[in-house]
C-alpha cells in the first residue's frame, strides 16, 4: 500500500466511448503524474502536475485530457480511443514536482 | 531515450546477494541515480537514490563508481518476493525509464 490509489483498476470500452480514470494520493503530496506502460514497453510519462498547474504534457494526444482539482486528486477524461492505447495506465505522486515518486497500482485499460 | 545500460535479466538464489548493475557514462554532474522496481503487474516502487556517495536503506544499498560513470544496486538477502523489473534511472527529476533487469530470484 503506497498511499496512492486508483480507480477502476481494470476497463473495458469502446471506441466511441467516454471513460475517466481516477487517481487519488492520502500522502499530502503537491505533484502528480500520469504515466503509459504498453506491453513490451518502458512506462511514457503523459502529464505532470505540481500544486494543481499542469506542467508537462509529454505530446498526448488530446483524445487524453487530465484534470487536477484539488492536489489530492488527479483525472485522466478518455474519449474516442483507438485499441493501441490499451495499457496500464499508472498514477503517481510526490513531495514536490519530480521528487521521490509513489505509484499507485495502475489502471489496465482495454480498448475494443 | 533512457540515458542507462543494464542487463535484460538474471538471476539470483534466494538468500543471496543480488547485484544489479547500471552504466551510465553520459551521465551529467548535477544528476542522481535513481532505482525503482516494478513487481508484475503492481506500479514501480521507489528503491534508493544517490549522487555521488554510496548510499544504504532498509531495503538495499547503492554503490556509485567514483567517476560516476557506472553503479550497482544490492540487494544485501534476495527473498523471492524481490522478483521483478529493476530500472536504474539518470536525472535531475523526471524520470525516463528504460527496459530495466528483469531480476529472478530462485529458491
Known amino acids: 500500500e503506497t498511499g496512492v490509489t486508483q480507480t477502476p483498476r481494470h476497463l473495458v470500452m469502446g471506441m466511441t466511448n467516454k471513460k475517466s480514470l481516477k487517481c487519488e494520493q492520502h500522502?499530502?503530496?503537491?505533484?502528480m503524474y500520469w504515466y503509459k506502460q504498453s506491453a513490451k514497453k518502458p512506462l511514457e510519462l503523459m502529464f505532470v502536475y505540481s500544486l494543481e498547474e499542469r506542467v508537462e504534457n509529454n505530446s498526448v494526444p488530446s483524445r487524453f485530457s487530465p484534470e487536477c482539482p484539488n492536489s489530492s486528486h488527479l483525472f485522466l477524461h478518455l474519449h474516442t480511443l483507438q485499441p493501441e492505447d490499451s495499457a496500464l495506465y499508472l498514477c503517481?505522486?510526490?513531495?514536490?514536482?519530480?521528487?521521490?515518486?509513489?505509484f499507485g497500482p495502475g489502471t489496465r485499460l482495454t480498448v475494443l | 531515450d533512457a540515458k542507462t545500460t543494464q542487463p535484460p535479466s538474471m538471476d539470483c538464489a534466494e538468500g543471496r546477494a543480488a547485484n544489479l548493475p547500471c552504466n551510465h557514462s553520459?551521465?551529467?554532474?548535477?544528476?542522481?541515480v535513481y532505482w525503482y522496481r516494478q513487481i508484475h503487474s503492481q506500479g514501480p516502487q521507489y528503491i534508493i537514490h544517490?549522487?555521488?556517495n554510496n548510499e544504504t536503506n532498509e531495503m538495499a544499498s547503492l554503490i556509485i563508481t567514483e567517476d560516476r560513470k557506472s553503479s550497482t544496486l544490492i540487494l544485501p538477502h534476495a527473498t523471492l518476493r524481490d522478483t521483478a523489473v529493476y530500472y536504474c534511472i539518470v536525472s535531475v527529476g523526471k524520470l525516463i525509464f528504460g527496459q530495466g533487469t528483469e531480476l529472478s530470484v530462485k529458491p
Open positions: 544517490g549522487l555521488k
Open positions: 553520459t551521465i551529467s554532474g548535477n544528476e542522481y
Open positions: 503517481a505522486s510526490s513531495r514536490i514536482q519530480y521528487d521521490e515518486q509513489f
Open positions: 500522502l499530502g503530496h503537491n505533484a
